[in-house]
């Protein structure tokens, strides 16, 4: 089993996150397996969800979440392994990509590798720096620039 992405995004940042699934898959740890899902949204949805998930009244550029589970503690669907969901503020990454002198295209890849390594089990904010190494050189390997949590150091 590999990694399938589906990436939803409509109305004018569409055409900045083509390629990004096939792109995601293929840049992820090699131990990354099953599907996640992509939404790229207005940055009002996005501080819709970081009010009621981080009581944070902005947006942010990326969350993540990881799958529901019914009662008995197992994911919903049945089949594949699903990663969660991955959702990032359109209008954030084109403003953080244009302060940055990258295209928001860049950025959205900066930020989906950083949400799909969350949904991997990694947290920055605890790990001793494993997230930072791992993304650094996931990174490195793509091409990309600093990635979010170089940017924060």
């Given at each position: ?17 083509r ?16 599907r ?41 669907d ?76």
């Amino acid at each position: 089993m590999s990694l399938k992405v589906t990436v939803l995004s409509a109305g004018a940042g569409a055409a900045q996150s083509r390629g990004l699934g096939p792109w995601l898959a293929r840049t992820a740890p090699a131990r990354a397996r099953g599907r996640v899902t992509v939404a790229i949204v207005p940055d009002a949805t996005m501080s819709a969800l970081n009010k009621r998930f981080r009581r944070v009244d902005e947006p942010t550029d990326v969350l993540s979440f990881p799958p529901v589970r019914n009662s008995a503690g197992s994911r919903l669907d049945l089949g594949e392994l699903d990663l969660g969901e991955i959702v990032i503020a359109r209008g954030v990454a084109r403003r953080q990509a244009r302060s940055l002198g990258h295209s928001t295209g860049v950025e959205l890849r900066i930020l989906a590798l950083h949400g799909l390594l969350h949904l991997l089990g990694y947290d920055h904010e605890v790990d001793n720096g494993r997230m930072a190494r791992v993304e650094g050189r996931l990174r490195r390997r793509a091409g990309l620039p600093e990635g979010l949590i170089a940017r924060s150091s």
